[in-house]
């Protein structure tokens, strides 16, 4: 439902704004809306890995209000008027927009630190109700339904176990900082939908603390004042996201190349690559891709083998690479690259950036050379045009003249806090904005390539705007491991998490990537990985930071056919994921769907998270524990068909729960029996033991 | 320098309070030395190791200022008026005290959870140097010179490591919540001493956090308003802790026995303390106590043995002991046991305390049990009066009629937060004051045994007022490692910094206590420590909480033989640790005393926390590292004589450093030239190789 019209009811001491049934924004002297003040922040960043105090200076209710002509106003200010802010309120395509604007009160001065960026504490409160559910705030691992717990939001790297109450979390924050926590992620942002069926976002990148833990109120936390709040009304969660993904701009379908089979992580040089290709192929694994991050040269360091972070094809290590790329794509199989938003310190592409004055600099103005763990890199400054232009050049000629289809665009999380950029933007301020500029120029050179109907690029880190710019997220670097904060159910979680801040297409690491501190990637993990990636958008393997250390596709032949298994059906499914992922392009509904945007009546389904729907027919319940052979699976209400013997499994008015059995191959799979491509499913499952 | 009168100096936008030539409180409306507002807690509390996370909802500055007739009083408040507190000034026994209270403006109401004890939030800000060097806030174990630092306050385990940058820490952090942090002390104190000669006291219980990091401001914050804060001027650093120490109330003299050689900690029952007595004194140990702790009864937990806390004699672990006793005490060996605050549940000093209702209560009026680790204990409710009359009566009667001379009187910061107590005090605000109403428990105990001149027990928790009640500090429970934040050196460091805030008897457990995660304590580090611990006013060595882990005491014939020359070293300086004592009785002189006591003109002095002076003439430099036979003394300007070889060590008019030799047994010690002690020295060395 569209917000057509919002009515400002007043009280002795406050007011309530409603739009279209719903109080979405209350102030009461005694409950302030909003409290302003200032505060100091101290961060460091140690590999991606922040280290974030807060300290607040100062922070005051702006208890006074005072309501504009024609309610299209409020200004609140503190008792005394130190602080003051007016909020302009409009309609705006069917949303209600409230701007927010700092006003000096009379006698009132800000000098010096008080005006830094980033200095100002502001605090919303919007209405809450008890019984709500929350998602969103961008890719969150740990928690689906954020209701109860607090969500900074803060680009960085995700953190290595993500848990205080795991060893390897330990083992990382002892060895680099970089064990994180539960709200640690690639892609925050100020964005969440309610099940009471309206939206919020933020316009702000400042950091922020979204916190859902108070019963009556959703307290939003920022750095400065958010320019704008939009909140957006829905009768229905898939109405919700159509907003949503409307305001944000939506991911566009994806080449039909990548239907076509798994996309596989190799690295090596030309030759392995096709050998592993042949031997891909004649273990019957349809191979989509070829996805070879060491295009460009390597670089050993103690994490494991690193690149070189210079987006030139490396004709040594890959010699011939321009004809098997096009010998390659005849026969089907298309080849990525790797690249990400720095370029290598001693290589060719920094030094041309240096030259040019396209890097960021530190603040005496010197290029500004980031530690990444044994190696160090510049940042190009995508908030200069020319640099922005200059780079999406090199990666449209470099990758894809080369004649690469696409590539993986990693990191934008590193942008350090005192670092001084073209554009004037404080650090801190562009810090969270820097993934979406990194998104954008990628999003450039596809189309300076003109390659947009060739070409996919896929990223981990995001922010606010995303969406619109980047085609395809993948979850960023899982533990080889089950672990329920960093393993494959995190994976799964991050996906029916992002969907609802309106990024639909999502995929992950098949096995997981990071592999320290004793991890090795079992058999069993990369076949149960693999499994449930053949129900979702895009299949691709990665060899993880330590090769040898994991359990690879092509380790054995068992692997080899289980995974050509799984890529069989998820071929066979083409045609039903493309039309799932049409109606992510024309919509915003999501490849990967929580089972509550179908099933709202099913109380279970808006905290379930390790199941899903893939598009509107299947019902998807990934096995993610070690050694289990069955899992209880959750059914929403209605008839379900089991997806591999076709016999009915569930047949019910009310929801409800059964164990399956489900050995390796045969993750549990339901088909709703009214869906209109039974057949497909039915052709699926012939292709799986085809 | 006894404050006489204050001044207060104007200006348009504020003043200064001045006392005896310094600005001790400055106020600007720019630079408000209040703020004030409210905050939320979350606190956890697991084995005594507390989460504590503090939400800051509102905090305003008091910007304006109203001064009183006689400038005896200062009004401050918000603009508006909605927060507003008063200042009276007044000088009470040469002291500054300014005292707060907070005023409600007209129309201003505070209610329900605005009302809650520790809800408030106020930040104080005092005038500092950036030169200046700041020490106190209690025992603080790894920092001496507090300048750069903030420290939260509030009583809990000391943490296992201490230091996110170990392994250790890390191990007890995944294991127990327990690796603490550098702040995390037993004995926290709101009062801190300045290198600029005055001293500052806050008159609160509530959780407060003293920084230190500003260059132009101590940063006080606090969860409640402090009823005082008191500011003491000096003109040097022991006329300042004469002054502090008389505030707090000064550590009497030490039983005449404690002199007599060491204490050892001994375990297993009557005969195993006789067969050890007989073997130390045999190999020349002079035994001034036995000191232990199972004297109750034992029980065993995965953290190794623990003890019943049923603080009655147990006869079936020490047959005879009453006889035991006098005998030992007739050859000169004290008898020396153990008690908590704590009474076992399942035991008969629960039970009895449960029935009497002397126990605290939980929030549904129940009694509350706390987990200590595989067993739970009641909390006598120290508030209560008769409670309190009955807890002293049973030590009194249990341990001192029985004929002990002394106990260890163990923990005190475990009141939980949610805790209900008698005399209606919240919890949250009597946490920190657990550790004093233990130690007078425990004074009063004495008292009642009329054992003033006998009896010593010693503590390990502490907040403001355990200088008055408590006559001895151990360290606590130091790691059996030679780690600088929870090793020997930490317990050194300990002594120096509680010093300054007026507790001048402490010594530590001979080779430290905690035995966990693969630690074992080394014969070496046994043997350094025992060096340590000869010149300091308390030999005890503890087996630690894994004694088969650990290097003991008579675990062969070099360390039997080790300790006693050690032993009787500090036997020999008995009479000059008496007039130290003596010293710390009458004006507050620590018996270990930081270098800038006596050599304020050496600017290392004020940093210096690995070496001390003994009472007034002996500079003690103990080796603190592993594997060391050498180690670099920093010598203050002026003569020092080598303490084992009689020699000239160090003659110049500034300070310096110089290596020396350091041999097991010939820690770098040196003498003033000019002490009249110099035959008590020469005695004491020919003690050693007696």
Redesign the interface.
């Known amino acids: 439902m569209a917000i057509k019209k919002f009515s400002i009811m007043r009280s002795n001491s406050g007011f309530m704004l409603e739009a279209e049934g719903r109080v979405v924004f209350k102030h009461d002297r005694a409950a302030p809306a909003l ?1 302003m ?1 200032m505060g100091e922040a101290r961060i460091a960043m140690h590999h991606g890995n922040f280290d974030i105090e807060d300290e ?6 702006l ?1 006074n209000f005072e309501i504009g002509e024609e309610n299209a106003s409020v200004r609140f200010s ?5 602080w003051s802010v007016m909020m302009k309120i409009s309609i705006e395509d069917g949303r209600l927009a409230l701007y927010f604007s700092e006003v000096l009160g009379a006698g009132v001065e800000r000098k010096g630190e008080d005006q830094q960026a980033g200095a100002r504490r502001v605090r919303i409160c919007l209405p809450a109700e008890s019984r709500e559910h929350v998602y969103g705030c961008g890719e969150q691992f740990s928690h689906f339904d954020l209701r109860g717990r607090k969500f900074p939001l803060w680009t960085s790297e995700q953190g290595v176990g993500r848990n ?4 390897v979390t ?2 990382a ?2 060895n680099d900082h970089a064990g994180g926590d539960y709200w640690w992620t690639f892609f925050p942002q100020p964005t969440f939908a309610s099940s009471e069926g309206y939206w919020v976002h933020a316009d702000t990148s400042a950091y922020s603390i979204f916190d859902f833990r108070h019963a009556r109120a959703h307290e939003l936390y920022f750095w400065e004042l958010p320019s704008a709040v939009i909140i957006g009304r829905a009768e229905s969660m898939p109405a919700l996201l159509e907003d949503l993904s409307a305001y944000f701009g939506r991911q566009p379908e994806m080449p039909d190349w990548v239907y076509r089979g798994v996309i596989l992580g190799i690295q090596g040089g030309t030759e392995v690559c096709e050998t592993k290709l042949r031997r891909a192929r004649a273990a019957g694994v349809p191979v989509a891709g070829i996805w070879a991050q060491d295009w460009e040269g390597i670089n050993i360091t103690s994490f494991g083998q690193r690149l070189r972070w210079n987006w030139v094809w490396n004709e040594e290590r890959y010699p011939g690479l321009d004809r098997a790329i096009a010998q390659w794509k005849s026969e089907g199989t298309r080849f990525l690259v790797y690249a990400n938003c720095y370029v290598g310190r001693g290589w060719s592409l920094c030094k041309e950036a240096a030259e040019l004055g396209y890097l960021v600099k530190n603040s005496l103005g010197e290029d500004y050379y980031v530690d990444f763990g044994e190696f160090y890199a510049g940042i190009v400054d995508l908030t200069n045009p020319q640099a922005f232009d200059w780079f999406a050049g090199k990666l449209a000629k470099n990758i894809l003249e080369l004649g690469a289809s696409g590539w993986m665009a990693d990191f934008g999380e590193y942008l350090p806090t005192d670092a001084v950029l073209h554009d004037g933007t404080p650090a801190l301020l562009a810090h969270n904005l820097w993934p979406v500029l990194w998104a954008r120029c990628n999003a450039e050179a596809v189309k300076k390539a003109r390659a947009e109907h060739e070409a996919l690029f896929f990223m981990r880190a995001g922010f606010t705007g995303s969406q619109r710019w980047c085609p395809m997220m993948w979850a960023g670097d899982q533990n080889v491991d089950w672990s329920n904060d960093d393993g494959l159910p995190s994976a799964i979680r991050s996906a029916l998490g992002l969907a609802m801040c309106g990024h639909g297409l999502h995929h992950s690491d098949i096995g997981g990537y990071t592999t320290l501190y004793g991890m090795h990637r079992t058999k069993e993990l990369f076949m149960r990985w693999a499994e449930q990636a053949a129900f979702s958008p895009l299949m691709r393997t990665h060899e993880g930071n330590r090769p040898k250390d994991n359990w690879q596709f092509d380790s054995d032949a068992e692997t080899l056919a289980h995974l050509g298994r799984m890529a069989r059906v998820h071929v066979a499914l083409a045609d039903y994921l493309r039309f799932a992922v049409a109606e992510n392009a024309a919509r915003g509904m999501p490849v990967m769907r929580p089972l509550f945007l179908s099933y709202p009546n099913d109380e279970r389904a808006w905290t379930c998270d390790d199941e899903y729907l893939l598009g509107p027919d299947l019902l998807v319940a990934p096995v993610v524990t070690e050694g289990a052979n069955s899992r209880v699976v959750h059914f929403p209400y209605g008839t379900w068909i089991d997806f591999w013997s076709g016999t009915q499994a569930w047949d019910a008015k009310l929801p409800g729960d059964r164990e399956f059995t489900a050995p390796l191959g045969a993750l549990p799979v339901f088909i709703r029996a009214d869906s209109p491509w039974i057949a497909t499913f039915n052709g699926a499952r012939a292709a799986a033991d085809r």
Chains 1, 2 share one sequence.
């Open positions: 409290s003040g607040v200076r100062e922070l005051c209710p208890s503190s008792e005394g008027g130190r205080k109450a795991t060893r330990h083992d924050d002892l």
